[in-house]
């Protein structure tokens, strides 16, 4: 455990440097998907963009397929899964109200 504030603050400076130059990479990556898919060489990402053309590059450069993985995570069990852990986490405890 870090024992303060200033030891965090610079893990993340830290972290946050030797990380910008990959997540650029990435992220010019993703933008040259956008263009190919939309044959518009000077597109550019949007907030909104990097979900799809992410999945995209996953799937063109990795053979990952988000919706295949879908698959193995249902959204029941990941819920209830979440849930248990905040109970134990955190200390709390969720009850199911059958009104609702």
């Known amino acids: ?3 303060n504030p200033i030891t965090v603050q610079n ?3 830290d972290l946050i440097l030797r990380l910008k130059e990959s997540a650029l990479k990435e992220k010019n990556r993703i933008r040259d998907v956008k263009r ?5 060489a000077k597109a550019e990402l949007l907030n909104w963009d990097y979900s799809f053309y992410g999945n995209i590059y996953k799937k063109q450069h990795y053979n990952i397929d988000e919706e295949m993985l879908k698959e193995y995570f249902p959204a029941e069990v990941v819920k209830e899964e979440t849930m248990q852990i905040y109970q134990e ?3 709390l405890e969720f009850k199911k109200l059958p009104e609702v």
């Open 36 to 40: 190919n898919v939309t044959g518009d």
């Open 89 to 91: 986490l955190l200390s």
């Open 1 to 3: 455990m870090a024992k």
């Open 11 to 13: 893990f993340e400076d």
